[in-house]
């Protein structure tokens, strides 16, 4: 198994570009999440999807969209980079949203990082 | 909300033993979790508290008392490749979403 993949690994953008960040699981898991992660600062929830065909905001939403493609897919999209959007994203999975307040980990995937200028 | 405080650094000689001290605030806790991530790279589980007291996995622990909403992550024996980031993270019932710490970046020397 990979596990959690994400694509790319690097990407630098100008401001007011667009991209789609790219997230796939195949342990069968339900659940999905983004993440980004600044310096000096823990993991903060962009979105997340409880499970195929259900997407909700997570702690900093503005400024990105998601789609739940199917059960393996969560893409994440910049619609117009912005220079605070500069950051590393990570995208998660779990197998069950409602076991994961009792304990159940969160996979994570390698990161995706991004610069716009 | 909820908030986390954790050291921002912490620093320790191989073969020590090191704390990470994780304190909270937050309405309905349910419980606490510790994640590592060397280098920037993917976060990993390491360990999770619902009930007090202490958790054993190898040479780390993790221990929660839920009356002074703090926890701790313990290391034993400390080793090179155990230095990296480690982050507290706390789920609430209602929102099986964990809120992350900062994060605590240990520093092993040799």
């Known amino acids: 198994n990979a596990g959690v993949t994400q694509t790319p690994k690097f990407q630098v953008l100008k401001t007011g570009q667009s991209m789609t960040l790219q997230c796939a699981q195949d342990m069968n898991h339900n659940s999905m999440y983004w993440y980004r992660q600044d310096p000096g600062m823990g993991l903060r929830l962009i979105y997340y999807s409880a499970s195929e065909g259900t997407t909700d905001k997570g702690e900093v939403p503005n400024g990105y969209n998601v789609s739940r493609l199917n059960k393996r897919e969560f893409s994440l999209r910049l619609e117009s980079a912005a220079p605070s959007q500069t950051s590393v994203y990570f995208c998660?999975?779990?197998?069950?949203?409602?076991?994961?307040?009792?304990?159940?980990?969160?996979?994570f995937g390698p990161g995706t990082r991004l610069l716009v200028l | 909300g909820q908030s986390l405080e954790q050291p921002s650094e912490v620093t320790a000689v191989e073969g020590a033993i090191v704390q990470i001290n994780c304190t909270y605030q937050?309405?309905?806790?349910?419980?606490l979790s510790w994640y590592q991530q060397h280098d920037g790279g993917a976060p990993t589980f390491l360990s999770y508290?619902?009930?007090?007291g202490l958790e054993e996995t190898g040479r780390f622990s993790s221990f929660l008392s839920r009356s002074d909403s703090y926890g701790y992550l313990l290391l034993q024996e400390l080793q090179m490749k155990d230095s990296a980031s480690y982050f507290c993270a706390v789920t609430v019932g209602g929102s099986y979403i964990p809120t992350f710490g900062r994060g605590t970046s240990l520093i092993v020397h040799p």
């Open positions: 508290n619902a009930l007090d």
């Open positions: 937050t309405s309905g806790f349910y419980g």
């Open positions: 998660a999975s779990s197998a069950s949203s409602s076991m994961l307040s009792r304990g159940e980990t969160q996979y």
